[in-house]
């Protein structure tokens, strides 16, 4: 995949570094690419590759405590790995901001995406997750930022959902 | 041979703990800590199984002049096992882990642990490349256990095999906005948390 912007990433990547994020931790995603390349070709942003999405929690939550700001960037399926771990950053009221490309909407070629995709939102917010389900490239940055202000301004547990349509749909040949 | 009493174990390791920063998983790993070395420098976990290792790294990778120490049980390592080799990636030269081994989950009843039989976590973690591990069974080598720890250039990966507590649970504040406020107070400065 090329680096071209795609009209969300290049935005995203600067409120990243207009927040002051220098730590990025990922399971990546096709349709984070951009943004992930991005972040690993800047000097000041520390790129770390998880095995599996829970772990950027509690690597957020650590560097938290230390003095740095993290985003976690994951896919909509990475979301149920990780509910018990979110009650680490809920119980202690800090920031917690996460990006998650969606899969299992309008347009998915792999029917066994839908049940997690699906069950994003209401799992989210039964754990107490602000989503903001952007559907357009402009809804990706306003949501951002907005999520960035909860994340470090409040202490939230705060996710921008990507809609399937935003970055275009796997469809397996069909 | 009898076994290493684990709270006096991590007592003599953070006997000269200096200005380590440590990290307790939940369970008896916080207990002990809050027993042996109640610090504003302590991280005290009450939730999140399996996310120990990822809080130190984080904290490891936010202060790279301070040494992290995770203290935590087998249990609460085995479910965030694949976080070592995380660790080894990143290769924080200021984290330490030991693994308190007391092959069961004391904290719900003392169910036998993966530990118990087959499972060598030192091993794992050699396998997921923290190249430097000890393995710790006697009172004779703790006090090179903690030059292991809090000494040596990271990441390091220590497993100490201890037998039952025979101490009394004490518990450390439930407040966990204020356990985040305290640490970043003591390791950030006032203004800054």
């Known amino acids: 995949m090329s680096d071209s912007d795609d009209g969300w990433s290049g935005e995203v990547f600067g409120l990243i570094k207009e927040a002051g994020i220098s730590l990025v931790n990922t399971v990546p995603d096709a349709g984070l690419t951009r943004l992930l390349n991005m972040c690993s070709k800047d000097p000041d942003v520390r790129v770390v590759t998880l095995s599996t999405e829970e772990e950027g929690v509690g690597i957020g939550y650590g560097a938290w405590l230390g003095g740095t700001r993290s985003l976690l960037c994951l896919q909509s399926s990475g979301t149920g790995n990780i509910i018990n771990g979110l009650a680490l950053p809920a119980f202690a009221e800090s920031p917690c901001l996460m990006l998650v490309t969606m899969r299992g909407q309008e347009g998915e070629g792999n029917p066994a995406q839908f049940p997690m995709g699906r069950a994003v939102t209401s799992v989210f917010e039964a754990m107490g997750v602000t989503c903001l389900e952007a559907t357009d490239n402009k809804e990706v940055t306003s949501y951002f930022r907005q999520a960035v202000d909860m994340a470090f301004g409040e202490g939230k547990v705060v996710a921008v959902l990507i809609a399937q349509q935003v970055i275009g749909s796997k469809t397996f040949g069909k | ?193």
């Open chain 2, 1 to 193: 041979m009898e076994m290493l009493n684990r709270r006096k174990v991590l007592a003599q390791i953070l006997e000269n703990r200096g200005d380590a920063l440590v990290v307790p998983g939940l369970g008896t790993a916080n207990y002990d800590l809050f027993a042996v070395s109640s610090r504003d420098e302590n991280a005290y976990m009450w939730n999140a199984m399996g996310l120990t290792v990822p809080t130190g790294l984080g904290l490891a990778i936010a202060q790279p002049d301070r040494r992290v120490l995770v203290v935590t049980g087998d249990g609460e390592m085995m479910m965030g096992i694949g976080s070592l080799s995380v660790v080894a990636a990143q290769a924080p030269k200021n984290l330490s882990i030991l693994v308190v081994d007391n092959e069961m989950f004391e904290e719900t009843g003392a169910q036998t642990g993966l530990s118990a039989t087959c499972v060598d976590i030192a091993q794992i973690a050699l396998g997921s490349g923290i190249q430097k591990t000890m393995t710790v069974n006697n009172g004779n080598e703790v006090t090179r256990l903690a030059e292991f720890l809090l000494e040596e250039e990271g990441p390091v990966l220590a497993v100490a095999k201890v037998g039952p507590s025979t101490d009394k649970p004490v518990y450390p504040t439930m407040d966990g906005p204020g356990i985040v406020r305290t640490f970043r107070a003591a390791v950030l400065g006032a203004t800054n948390a």
